[in-house]
């Protein structure tokens, strides 16, 4: 399987602060890597898909970059709804394998 | 607008089948070349992919639950289903069903539903 690990497990920020969260995989991944957000009694949201490309609707202060075993997700202007747990995915070969998740709250 | 609904038994007890369907709305299962996931949160715990289904038939499995997982497709019904036999309480999660489409691997959810398992 492809592990999957993100940095850091929490993030304390502000209301306008920029966020990265990097996530790492254990082998070659190429391209095939989407980051959600997920709120607590709520559905997973995708974010980013493909490591850069933002998914329908999603605001362009988020951004994704990486290829290859090493990505970020970038949150550029942090707004109140953004506090939440970020996850990355990798979809190059299956099993599909998630990171185990990145908290950001409020400092 | 498509959505994703789950639905099954809220409570399963140890070593029976837990049963989930995924009834999807506002397009047709079979209307493209989609993937349909199941994917499960214990609580307190990250995201566990469980496994998917194309419309084709062929289906994918997280290896630690290949032997006890299997998913369908119910195209007249528009839904897809996940069995889980032999639970136990770690098998305690929020389940969720996603669709996914060539590079975009699960765009749509459900808003997840929560299955314990207990005597």
């Known amino acids: 399987d492809i592990q999957m690990t993100q940095s850091p497990s929490t993030l304390s920020a502000s209301v306008g602060d920029r966020v990265t969260i990097t996530c790492r995989a254990s082998q070659n991944i190429n391209i095939w890597l989407a980051w959600y957000q997920h709120k607590p009694g709520k559905a997973p949201k995708l974010l980013i898909y493909?490591?850069?490309s933002l998914d329908y609707g999603v605001p362009s202060t988020f951004s994704g970059s990486g290829s290859g075993t090493e990505f970020t997700l970038t949150i550029n202007g942090l707004q109140p709804d953004d506090f939440a747990t970020y996850y990355c995915?990798?979809?190059?070969?299956?099993?599909?394998?998630f990171g185990q998740g990145t908290k950001v709250d409020i400092k | 607008q498509v959505q994703l609904q789950e639905s099954g038994p809220g409570l399963v007890r140890p070593s029976q089948t837990l049963s989930l369907t995924c009834t999807v709305s506002?397009?047709?299962?079979?209307?493209?070349?989609?993937?349909y996931n199941w994917i499960r949160q214990p609580p307190g715990k990250g995201l566990e992919w469980i496994g998917n289904?194309?419309?084709?038939?062929?289906?994918y499995y997280t290896p630690s639950l290949t032997s006890r997982a299997s998913i369908s497709l119910d195209a007249s019904n528009n839904q897809f289903s996940l069995r889980l036999n032999s639970v136990t309480a770690a098998d305690t999660a929020f389940y969720y069903c996603a669709r996914g489409l060539g590079t975009v691997p699960m765009d749509y959810w459900g808003q997840g539903i929560l299955v314990t398992v207990s005597p």
């Open positions: 289904i194309y419309d084709n038939g062929k289906t």
């Open positions: 506002g397009d047709s299962i079979s209307s493209g070349d989609y993937c």
């Open positions: 995915q990798q979809y190059n070969r299956y099993p599909w394998t």
């Open positions: 493909k490591a850069s």
